[in-house]
């Protein structure tokens, strides 16, 4: 279907044996100076490319890095893929390797999946995403000895390469910027105690108030999903209770939380940014478009998959890592809802 | 690194000479039953998987489905890469193929790039988003006879494989909607008249205003980018005069631009609902947290993803198609906000 150029062609063109074109054009250098030259002249007035199956069969290699992510619930908006895939795509295209997507599994199944793109020599890496504590491909991948990079932590105990957003610090930042302002009620929506992501982005947030010698009621410590519909719950039951009782600052681990929460805010008619405030977490694009805008910590993304593809190809080239471990710095961003 | 099982394995296992497991594991059947019989459950046993690469290289093809998308600027995202993906990406698994995202390119460098991926044999044929009038790799496809689907029409003189959603389809509803409400005075913030998409969706329009023999003066259709910025700047302009001369609907390509003429609203205190109304172009999953709650169109972005692979798999494996181009209809989600 598509039009070629062969390696025949390059022959008959520069009037020289299939055997000998096919030794120079796989780079063999044991041919004589001169019909080397004619053969890649002859090669470059045809246009003609060489093979890529044929250049990977050779050097047992894919130049492929595999990459899984779990699907966003409808409702919701993965508001970070688009730039992790970009910036781990050019990355990767620069030195020559692809991306290839493959489709998440729950479970067993997911190592399972690892396993098929290894055995099949389909990549020679991968980048992980979505990492949780006792995370089953981290365990496998170290057990096969086969290059991977994590994008998030897993278990402290476990020492693996990973690139990582320094969560426990933006909440920090949120904290230190609350307390600044003057709050000393500051409650948090946060997830379930088993969220990797979750504990690291706590630890920020009890670490900024041990060091203002600042203690909050534990059921100011609100855990669940990180839906608007948990936002909402947990704002309304918040907010219900007198001005001097209530927080005055709400801080959350997600956007869709905050907006939940600023809701809640709307219908006890407070008013957000001045009878209490409200701070999220990912800076979605649309939260500054929120009544009134959202303020929030925006995350290094296009830096973290661009490193992410960076560490894994010195990886898979067999090169060792100067840090194994990176950790970025998030930012705060502060719009009327703070 | 990998612990891949070789033929020469399987031929010590079974006591067979390796070129006689090369000949059965490849495929070939000039071998005595009760010999393969042996060797496959020698392999078998041994947990031999066929080399994706070798295999690749013998059937001349890659399993691979190139696709490129254009990153989306900062400060936006892109609502429905994740979805589009991932149904194409599972569409394609379940077909033995997979999907190689290469980095987008401008103007002439991009269909250099789609002429390297075919002529250095990475991918067997295309999916093609973000396709506009003219369009390079429309032409260039063609004139190489390179199996391709496009999401999204071009030139309606070209003949060409693809899926598309009906947004003048999504138009008419919306229009058809606002007049039955009793709606006459409808303004429309729209895209520059190069834009194919765009000009599909005034298309549907134009045509419910004509049914409904309704005419609006040409100064209400204000042409421009899909940006908050230019919504806020229309709105404000559209809603500045007085209220028995302004428009009484809003109605938008995208949601940013709807958000933008909410905020012109609330600006000029006008209640969004009631004093005007405003349907969005998109259904993004944060429009339904918005204040109030905009109403839009959805996309079925997930039949879209899987009937381009679907139509491009039965292209590359030789199929005709019984329909070429596939039209889905988009569907009218109403909230507060009309």
Redesign the interface.
Known sequence: ????VTLKQVAAKAGISYQTVSKVLNGSNQVARETAERILSAAREL?Y??????R??RS?R?WMIGYS?I??PP?????I???F??SM??EA?AAGY??????YQEGEEQVETYR?M?????VDGFVLSSVEYDDPRIQFLLS????FVAFGRSNPEIDFPYVDIDGGAGMRMTVDYLIKKGHRRIAVLAWPENSRVGNDRMGGFFEALNNAALSIPTEWVMRGEGT?EFGLKSGLHLLSTSPDQRPTAIVTLND?QA?GAM?AA?ELNLTVGSDVDVIGFDD???S????PPLSSIRQPIREAGRLCVEQLIKLMEGESLIERQILLNPKLIIRASA
């Open positions: 279907m598509s039009e070629r246009g490319r060489p093979n890529t199956m044929a990977n069969l047992q894919s992510w699907p966003t409702n919701q908006v993965n508001h893929l688009d730039l895939l970009t795509v050019q295209e692809h991306l290839l997507p493959f489709p098929e290894i055995d099949s020599g389909r096969r000895q086969f290059p608007y869709t907006i809701v709307h979605a694009p649309m500054q478009y929120l009544y």
